[in-house]
Nanobody, 121 residues
Framework: QVQLVESGGGLVQAGGSLRLSCAASGRAASNYPMGWFRQAPGKEREFVTTVSLSGGYTLYGDSVKGRFTISRDNAKNTVYPQMNNLKPEDTAVYYC??????????????WGQGTQVTVSS
């Protein structure tokens, strides 16, 4: 079992930046690719980004490409999406996930509880 704990969410003005964190713990926590999804009220959960075990491969959703960057620190079992030039449409609950390297949420085995990001205009 792997536990994921997100942090770093909050309220920011449009054009601002936030860095989220997702710390993984539990058996084999360091053995999984990790990703992020987000869900706004009334909308489907949307792929944001994913990163491979080594950190050498990353993938981004079209809506965040060029603004978000994901990295990982395997010594800490933590991944960090750096979110720049935030827009009001980025407002959502952001979820960390482990177990997949894909935009398809069904391949991820483990999920965090989510952290709220609110971008004001």
């Amino acid at each position: 079992q792997v536990q994921l704990v997100e942090s770093g969410g909050g309220l920011v003005q449009a054009g601002g930046s936030l860095r989220l964190s997702c710390a993984a713990s539990g058996r084999a926590a360091s053995n999984y690719p990790m990703g992020w999804f987000r869900q706004a009220p009334g909308k489907e959960r949307e792929f944001v980004t994913t990163v491979s075990l080594s950190g050498g491969y990353t993938l981004y959703g079209d809506s965040v490409k060029g603004r978000f960057t994901i990295s990982r620190d395997n010594a800490k079992n933590t991944v960090y999406p750096q979110m720049n030039n935030l827009k009001p449409e980025d407002t959502a609950v952001y979820y960390c996930a482990a177990g997949g390297l894909s935009a398809d949420k069904s391949v991820y085995h483990y999920w965090g509880q989510g952290t709220q990001v609110t971008v004001s205009s």
